[in-house]
Nanobody
Framework: QVQLVESGGGLVQAGGSLRLSCAAS????????MGWYRQAPEKERELVAR???????EYADSVKDRFIISRNKARNTLFLQMNAMKPEDTAVYYC?????????WGQGTQVTVSS
């Protein structure tokens, strides 16, 4: 079974930056699309940024011009560069990928932004 593992979360002050990574347990079969989602306490999980199947990029309005999604397709790895962070970015960040017709979620990584 394919696994996705996130890393790079932590505590950062408002205005600071963090870089998240997501690594898949396989590289011999494409995982596409891939994206980042987040869930704050008592809120629903929401899209942050993702690569669509055709390679186009979608960002949530709340992170546009601050976050940058990138990937290494050959290695099935996904990144999220988060800049100018705000306390409202505090959440558990999840990586999601589609393997064939199956969607897989990572276990999540906590991101906390202090004011």
């Amino acid at each position: 079974q394919v696994q996705l593992v996130e890393s790079g979360g932590g505590l950062v002050q408002a205005g600071g930056s963090l870089r998240l990574s997501c690594a898949a347990s396989i590289t011999n079969f494409p995982i596409n699309p891939m994206g980042w989602y987040r869930q704050a306490p008592e809120k629903e999980r929401e899209l942050v940024a993702r690569f669509s199947r055709d390679g186009s990029i979608e960002y949530a309005d709340s992170v546009k011009d601050r976050f940058i999604i990138s990937r290494n397709k050959a290695r099935n790895t996904l990144f999220l560069q988060m800049n100018a962070m705000k306390p409202e970015d505090t959440a558990v960040y999840y990586c999601k990928g589609t393997y064939g017709s199956t969607s897989v979620w990572g276990q999540g990584t906590q991101v906390t932004v202090s004011s």
